[in-house]
C-alpha cells in the first residue's frame, strides 16, 4: 500500500476538509493503540471507525456504538460527522436567510447603540478579538465595545459579575445581548452559525483545553451567537472546573443531536433569556 502520511498529516487532511471518513485498521492486539488514535481524532469533522475482527452481522447494533460495513469487513462507528449529508446545506441555508433577517432588523437597535456608545466613552465603537472557529481557524469576532479598555487576546481576563471595566452603557448592552448583534455579520460571512458552541477568546480556549482535553472536540462545529449550553442556564464566567464540564457536555450534545427544529428552539429560548438578564453580565 502507498504510505500517504503520519497521523498528523491525516490530521491535517481532515482539518482542512479533504477527508470524510477514516477507518482505523490496525491488528486486534493493537487495542490501546487504536483507542489513543480514536481519541486523537474525535476533535475532527469526520465520522471515524474502527475495523472489527467480527463479522458485522455478529455485533450488536444496540449496544455502545452503531456498527456498518465496507464491503464484507464489519466496523464499529465511533463517532459520525458532525454535518453531514444535507445537514451543512440546510443549517447554511438558515444562517443566510435568518441571520440576514435579523441583521437588517437590528440596524436601528445598533446605530442607536454605537452613538450611545461613542457619546459615553472613549474608545473605537466596536470591538473585535480573535477567536477559534471551525477546525480552530481564528476569526475575528465583532461585537460594541461595552468596556472602558480594550484589551487584546493575551492573558485577558474573563468578564464576571460587577466587572469595573463594564461602562454604565455597556452594563445595559450586555443585559439585553444587543453587544452580540454585530456577531450576525460573521454569521452572514459564513465564520459563525446562529446556534452553535460559544466561542472563547483564544487565551481562554488555550487555558481550558490545558484544563480538559477533550475541550478541543467542540471545534467540529461552527461558533454560534448561542448556543445549547447559554439556553441550558451556562452563562457567564467559567470559574470552576464543573462549569467547564458541564458547558462541554451540553456542547458535544448539540453537536451530535443536530437538527433544524433544535436550532429553532434554541433560538426562541434564548430571545426568552436575553429579556430575563440572567447571568447576563
Not at 73 to 101: H, Y
Request: glycine share 6%; net charge positive.
Amino acid at each position: 500500500l502507498t504510505v500517504a502520511g503520519r497521523l498528523s498529516d491525516l490530521i491535517e487532511a481532515a482539518t482542512s476538509e479533504r477527508v470524510d471518513q477514516i477507518i482505523i485498521a490496525l491488528p486486534q492486539a493493537a487495542d490501546s493503540r487504536m483507542a489513543m488514535i480514536a481519541r486523537t481524532l474525535e476533535r475532527l469533522p469526520v465520522s471515524v471507525h474502527i475495523v472489527t475482527h467480527i463479522a458485522s452481522d455478529l455485533v450488536d447494533g444496540e449496544g455502545a456504538h452503531k456498527v456498518s460495513s465496507l464491503g464484507p469487513v464489519g466496523m464499529l462507528d465511533v463517532k459520525r460527522k458532525a454535518l453531514s449529508d444535507w445537514q451543512p446545506i440546510v443549517k447554511r441555508f438558515e444562517d443566510v436567510v435568518l441571520g440576514s433577517i435579523l441583521f437588517v432588523l437590528s440596524l436601528p437597535i445598533l446605530a442607536i447603540a454605537a452613538l450611545a456608545v461613542a457619546a459615553t466613552s472613549k474608545g473605537p465603537i466596536l470591538f473585535r478579538q480573535r477567536r477559534r472557529g471551525l477546525n480552530k481557524a481564528t476569526i475575528e469576532v465583532l461585537k460594541l465595545r461595552t468596556m472602558t479598555v480594550v484589551e487584546g487576546d493575551e492573558a485577558m481576563p474573563q468578564t464576571m459579575k460587577d466587572d469595573p471595566r463594564v461602562t454604565p452603557v455597556g452594563r445595559i448592552l450586555r443585559r439585553l445581548s444587543i453587544d452580540e448583534l454585530p456577531q450576525l455579520w460573521n454569521v452572514v460571512k459564513g465564520e459563525m452559525s446562529l446556534v452553535g458552541p460559544r466561542p472563547h477568546a483564544i487565551s481562554h480556549d488555550e487555558e481550558f483545553a490545558s484544563k480538559l482535553e477533550v475541550y478541543a472536540n467542540r471545534h467540529q462545529m461552527k461558533p454560534g451567537i448561542t448556543g445549547l449550553a447559554q439556553v441550558e442556564g451556562c452563562r457567564g464566567e467559567i470559574d470552576s472546573q464543573d462549569k467547564l464540564e458541564q458547558r462541554l457536555a451540553h456542547d458535544m450534545a448539540y453537536i451530535k443531536g443536530w437538527s433544524l427544529w433544535l436550532d429553532l428552539k434554541i433560538i426562541a429560548r434564548t430571545l426568552l433569556i436575553v429579556l430575563s438578564g440572567r447571568n447576563a453580565y
